[in-house]
T-cell receptor, first 111, second 112 residues
Framework: IAGITQAPTSQILAAGRRMTLRCTQDMRHNAMYWYRQDLGLGLRLIHYSNTAGTTGKGEVPDGYSVSRANTDDFPLTLASAVPSQTSVYFC??????????FGPGTRLTVL | AQSVTQPDIHITVSEGASLELRCNYSYGATPYLFWYVQSPGQGLQLLLKYFSGDTLVQGIKGFEAEFKRSQSSFNLRKPSVHWSDAAEYFCASNFGNEKLTFGTGTRLTIIP
């Protein structure tokens, strides 16, 4: 069982480009989340989905969009990347016990 | 406001010594509480969780945590640390919903 996989592992992106970070879980968890982690700011929630077909905004949603077409996948899209979106992005999922299980992260650099 | 506080930004302990990392929460009821560990360049790994019942919770890697309602605390402990325990530790809580509120983390350094 892989748990949560994220792709790519790292990416360097030119400002203005569109980018989709992929997240897939095999635990059949209902809820999924996207966080960004920045030095000195900790983990901040970008978007979440309580179940397939629904999404919600977290703390820092501007510049990001998500979709949840099925239970397993929760992609995060940057429509037009900006340097302030340079960060490490983590996907997570949770089930009824509310514990969240994290993927290995994607390190994104926007130049 | 609901919050999670980790008062110690950085702690250094000797290998083999005991460890206690502090976590306090602010909430009107008993929240769901968690401790996570993050090694450099890695994702967050769940160490243990508390929902209700026994206030002393055992986790992975020899860690335990004790919930104290009177002190609004959920401190993480380990009787004898190993060099491999060097990492960042995050306390987190659900305050009545599925979203996690994280503390700012405590960086643990182990010296020989």
């Amino acid at each position: 069982i892989a748990g949560i996989t994220q792709a790519p592992t790292s990416q360097i992106l030119a400002a203005g480009r569109r980018m989709t970070l992929r997240c897939t879980q095999d635990m059949r968890h209902n809820a999924m989340y996207w966080y960004r982690q920045d030095l000195g700011l900790g983990l901040r929630l970008i978007h979440y989905s309580n179940t397939a077909g629904t999404t919600g905004k977290g703390e820092v949603p501007d510049g990001y969009s998500v979709s949840r077409a099925n239970t397993d996948d929760f992609p995060l899209t940057l429509a037009s990347a900006v340097p302030s979106q340079t960060s490490v992005y983590f996907c997570a999922s949770s089930d009824r016990d509310r514990a969240q299980y994290f993927g290995p992260g994607t390190r994104l650099t926007v130049l | 406001a609901q919050s999670v506080t980790q008062p110690d930004i950085h702690i250094t302990v000797s290998e083999g010594a005991s460890l206690e990392l502090r976590c306090n929460y602010s909430y009107g009821a008993t929240p769901y509480l968690f401790w996570y560990v993050q090694s450099p360049g890695q994702g967050l790994q769940l160490l243990l969780k508390y929902f209700s019942g026994d206030t002393l919770v055992q986790g992975i890697k020899g860690f335990e945590a004790e919930f104290k309602r009177s002190q609004s605390s959920f401190n993480l402990r380990k009787p004898s640390v190993h060099w491999s325990d060097a990492a960042e530790y995050f306390c987190a809580s659900n305050f009545g919903n599925e979203k996690l509120t994280f503390g700012t983390g405590t960086r643990l350094t182990i010296i020989p």
